[in-house]
């Protein structure tokens, strides 16, 4: 008799809510992965490039415009070498 009712969930359809069981937990642990990493990342400081740190020096008084320049030259050329 079980066997008969198996045979009948599967046929009318009981296999969409399988289907869909699935697919409810495979896209709530693709969301909470998503999320966690989003959370971890969130209040920190962002991260300063070295041009944005040396126009911060040269904004303090730190260094003289030349040293500036000839600074700002090198990272530009280290970033794009030819």
Do not use: C
């Amino acid at each position: 008799m079980t066997h008969a009712y198996w045979n009948n969930w599967y046929s009318s359809g009981g296999w969409l809510l399988w289907f869909g069981l699935m697919f409810v937990l495979f896209s709530s642990f693709g969301n909470w992965g998503y999320s966690y990493r989003i959370h971890r990342t969130y209040g920190r400081q962002p991260r300063k490039e070295a041009l944005d740190i040396l126009s911060e020096r040269y904004a303090r008084g730190e260094i003289t415009q030349a040293e500036y320049a000839q600074m700002k030259t090198d990272i530009v050329a280290s970033v794009n070498p030819k």
